[in-house]
């Protein structure tokens, strides 16, 4: 049985405010809470699962202190969990320290302006990480990295990606000596014109409004995804993707 | 002021069953209603709109019969509404008779495996129609095509795609001369060695458990996307949407 006050705790962890004052946020479903418990044992806090999950994963399950192990019927993981259909586990994980954007460009780094959707900013994350980028700069009004629903759609990338929240523009600014800057815009230059790159940032804009005119005017390398048909836009998950995808490719 | 029947009625067709029955569903937000009555104004049965909407939306509206144009306030919008926050305005449109899936292949066409989740489903519509595929086929298993999720994330594009739903392995089998099946598999060639197609079948697996044993063993052309980090798998609409982008590129 749990608590009415710990059940209380938990919800409130939905919302931004509460998980910054606690410093803990949630990660739910058998393959997050395995990736967490791989790679960041350290940071977990606490294990509400169902019995044939507890079973099925006893191996990783020894990497943790069994007194942070709880089993939960499904009722109480019901009143847990953020998810419209619980998913057998809920993990209530402690927050890193805040990343601080990096001094220097050596290696290519994904740019989020206005990001406010946490399902394509965690499927941003997913996306990076798999084109090996693991440096992500935001703008302040990016969706939160603990948001649950960006956990979610992270699928456990959030754990090996160094998310930063600042001034991009500015921090552009202060970069030491000259980097290339990808921009998606309408009247760039063809993406498959682009070489691969070893380095350099790959800004992506806001979902209705594009990119802001301070990074436009920052964007030293436009580029177009060419459009054949009819649709106005690409959502900003599949444009950011196909960029990473062609920037980050070996020939 | 509204009816409670009509309210009742409009809001039963976030329901597929209700849908069915009916033959009508939902576009809601300024983008996709001025689409709807852009490219569809015969299939618009009602419009219930902000008056805000209604003045700036004027010249459009001259496309429809007056008696179908309603003005709400915000309360009665957020009654019939099936988003979160209501967008200024509703359409009540009329399914298009279901499509069936082409004879033969002379373009490139997307084939959805399972795809369950409307978003993604939206988001694939959108981002077919932006590389020019309209022809899209799918498992009986896939989102439904007038799903409120489903229209909205399609972006209007659902209005430029004719999508059947229908067992792919057996319409493969049907289908005359030697077809290009391209699937993506974690043992396929890399993306980028494949030409610009145009013609063949683009195939896209379920979310968790990507493509189904029959369509692996009918696909000619195994694809990959490269991996350079640590995600164990891209979201299937980026997945999808690099594909795409790749084979319907022009040199």
């Known amino acids: 049985m749990l608590l009415k006050s710990r059940i209380k705790y938990i919800q409130s962890l939905g919302h931004k405010k509460s998980r910054q004052e606690a ?13 967490c418990i791989r790679f960041a044992a350290q940071d977990v806090r606490a294990v509400y699962a169902l019995k044939p999950w507890l079973e099925e994963a006893s191996r990783i399950l020894t990497k943790l202190d069994p007194g942070i192990v709880q089993e939960v019927d499904e009722l109480d993981l019901l009143r847990l969990s953020q998810l419209q259909t619980p998913n057998q586990v809920l993990l209530l994980m402690a927050e890193r320290p805040r990343s601080f954007p990096p001094d220097t460009v050596d290696q290519p780094i994904l740019v989020l302006d206005d990001i406010q959707d946490p399902g394509n900013f965690g499927t941003l994350l997913r996306t990076a990480d798999w084109f090996g980028i693991h440096s992500i700069v935001c703008t302040r009004d990016c969706a939160d990295l603990y948001n649950p629903k960006v956990i979610q759609a992270s699928m456990g990338s959030f754990l090996r990606c160094s998310v930063s929240y600042t001034e991009p ?19 760039g230059q063809g993406i498959f014109e682009y070489g ?5 940032l790959i800004l992506v804009g806001n979902e209705s409004r594009g990119l802001s005119p301070g990074l436009q005017q920052r964007t030293t390398h436009k580029v177009t995804i060419p459009r054949i048909g009819g649709a106005e836009s690409l959502n900003a998950a599949v444009a950011a993707g196909i960029v990473m995808s062609v920037l980050t490719r070996k020939l």
Chains 1, 2 share one sequence.
């Open 23 to 35: 410093g803990e946020f949630l990660a739910e479903g058998p393959k997050i809470a395995a990736e």
């Open 196 to 200: 691969p790159i070893d380095r350099g």
């Open 169 to 187: 523009a500015e921090w552009i600014d202060a970069l030491p000596g000259q980097v290339a800057v990808y921009g998606t815009l309408l009247e």
